[in-house]
């Protein structure tokens, strides 16, 4: 019951909590009886949520060690569950569904999400959840405090000591600070994480409204300007005009030498409807680059616009790009609110071939700083490609996990994170990203000012290089074949 950020410092996070609502769920599911095996009250594993369901209402809880507020995630049941007892909970035009696992157990999966969370049944609400929790300003700074320290994982890796934080800005709050006052005090604590999965949104007549988002120190902004500039950069090098589709997130061209060009802009966004449409819009692109008579020699996909989305779609295009079953990443969350060295077990998260046109030939993904989220864990996920993929351009933004929505008060929500993407040998590219194989200039001054784009010619050339070093290599074998051939005839006669 996470999101992924779409755009700069979780944006469409905060825009997806105005859209599922805010509604306050009821403690009904603790006292009713349980009509199907999911019915009762659930904690995850991680993430600092009880789940409470009741009849065809999912509702959820944030806790702490010392606070139980009323969590911004509803559901309401959209069909009778299936023969496994799996039961789907719409939110919106998003849904999760949950499994029953025998009595106590059971798993939460999210449409567009990747992975799993394994819940585990409650006898009642806590005692903490029975009454209202207290909103003034010092329960507000000690419940925000307690979110991160109990959940974020990086504070050791950004050499930040939450605790004398907390004692430094704590003493600032009294009973009369405002909530401007406040939300000063906590941005001021948010800053120095550099951290583009930290947020703080204030809810203005009933909408939450982002006031805050972090970036990596040195990492380029996004502007419209840049990104004008950037695409001219990019279409003044393709043989013809992009296809456009997904609203313009997605474009599809080509370059000289047969090279294919996938653009996207986001991984998320592309159609009104659930996953299942962001799914067919994404196919038709893919389609109109691979399925038709004139295949690619080698494919750049460029994520260098890209702030995030959906890491399912991501897993989607490498499902499009291999003729075999590999394992992107493993994921895990923080699972211990006093030892921040403990995690869940890692669950591994795998690309399997898709049914449709694949392409199995070179590829390259350029990547920037503005490669966020969504955009990174795809850009793990080729890494794991054989062939292996070229990665061009610079370091990606270094934010891997699901954005975890926090409600604070009636007026204030924190966005962090809670997981990491581990690599095949365990660790992770959080804080300073994915670095590419091949450096090169990226949205500078001087590469928008003269509409040159150094990373996509780069990796066209290089791709062409390794294109026709396949075809030498062929050429050989074939050579070597048909001599080792009239070898065997010669031997024979």
């Known amino acids: 019951m996470t999101r992924r950020s779409t755009g700069r410092a979780t944006a469409a996070a905060v825009a997806l909590a105005a859209a599922v609502g805010l509604a306050a769920p009821g403690a009904a599911a603790a006292q009713e009886g349980r009509a199907n095996p999911l019915d009762g009250v659930w904690r995850t594993e991680g993430y600092g949520l009880l789940v409470a369901v009741s009849g065809d209402r999912l509702t959820t809880y944030d806790v702490t060690a010392h606070s139980c507020v009323p969590g911004w995630i509803t559901g309401t049941r959209t069909a009778a569950p299936g023969p496994d007892g799996t039961t789907r909970y719409g939110m919106g035009d998003n849904a999760l569904t949950l499994t029953p696992r025998g009595r106590n157990r059971a798993v939460e999966r999210e449409e567009g999400g990747v992975g799993s969370?394994?819940?585990?049944?409650?006898?009642?609400?806590?005692?903490?959840?029975?009454?209202?929790?207290?909103?003034?300003?010092?329960?507000?700074?000690?419940?925000?405090?307690?979110?991160?320290?109990?959940?974020?994982?990086?504070?050791?890796?950004?050499?930040?000591?939450?605790?004398?934080?907390?004692?430094?800005?704590?003493?600032?709050?009294?009973?009369?600070?405002?909530?401007?006052?406040?939300?000063?005090?906590?941005?001021?604590?948010?800053?120095?994480?550099?951290?583009?999965?930290?947020?703080?949104?204030?809810?203005?007549?009933?909408?939450?409204?982002?006031?805050?988002?972090?970036?990596?120190?040195?990492?380029?902004?996004?502007?419209?300007?840049?990104?004008?500039?950037?695409?001219?950069?990019?279409?003044?090098?393709?043989?013809?005009?992009?296809?456009?589709?997904?609203?313009?997130?997605?474009?599809?061209?080509?370059?000289?030498?047969?090279?294919?060009?996938?653009?996207?802009?986001?991984?998320?966004?592309?159609?009104?409807?659930?996953?299942?449409?962001?799914?067919?819009?994404?196919?038709?692109?893919?389609?109109?680059?691979?399925?038709?008579?004139?295949?690619?020699?080698?494919?750049?996909?460029?994520?260098?616009?890209n702030g995030g989305g959906s890491d399912a779609l991501g897993l989607h295009i490498a499902a499009r790009l291999t003729d075999r079953p590999y394992v992107a990443y493993r994921k895990v969350a923080r699972n211990d609110p006093a030892d921040p060295a403990r995690f869940t077990r890692p669950e591994p998260v795998t690309v399997r071939p898709s049914a449709g046109a694949r392409f199995n030939g070179p590829v390259a993904v350029l990547t920037s700083s503005i490669s966020t989220s969504a955009a990174e864990t795809f850009t793990q996920a080729m890494m794991g490609r054989s062939p292996k993929v070229l990665r061009v351009g610079e370091n990606t933004q270094g934010v891997f996990s699901d954005v975890m929505i926090k409600k604070l008060s009636p007026d204030l929500m924190v966005g962090l994170p809670n997981e990491k993407y581990l690599t095949r040998n365990g660790g992770t590219f959080d804080g300073p990203g994915i670095p590419p194989n091949v450096r090169t200039p990226v949205f500078t001054p001087d590469e928008l000012a003269a509409l040159r784009d150094s990373a996509l010619s780069t990796a066209r050339r290089m791709l062409v290089e390794d294109a026709r070093g396949r075809q030498d290599a062929r050429a050989d074998q074939d050579t070597q074949a048909r001599q080792d051939a009239q070898a065997d005839q010669g031997d024979q006669e």
């Open 117 to 305: 969370k394994t819940l585990r049944r409650l006898d009642a609400l806590p005692p903490l959840c029975a009454t209202p929790a207290a909103n003034d300003p010092l329960a507000v700074f000690d419940r925000f405090w307690e979110n991160f320290e109990e959940n974020y994982p990086f504070f050791a890796a950004k050499g930040i000591d939450w605790h004398a934080v907390r004692d430094e800005k704590r003493r600032t709050i009294t009973p009369t600070t405002t909530v401007d006052q406040l939300q000063a005090v906590l941005v001021d604590m948010l800053r120095p994480l550099g951290d583009a999965h930290t947020s703080l949104a204030r809810t203005v007549d009933g909408h939450p409204e982002l006031v805050f988002g972090g970036q990596r120190p040195g990492s380029t902004e996004e502007t419209e300007e840049l990104t004008a500039r950037a695409r001219q950069a990019s279409a003044a090098r393709l043989t013809g005009p992009e296809q456009l589709f997904a609203n313009g997130r997605l474009g599809v061209g080509r370059l000289p030498d047969g090279i294919g060009y996938l653009r996207v802009s986001s991984f998320g966004r592309y159609a009104a409807g659930g996953h299942q449409s962001q799914l067919d819009e994404l196919d038709r692109a893919l389609d109109a680059l691979l399925a038709g008579p004139d295949r690619p020699a080698g494919l750049v996909v460029d994520v260098r616009l």
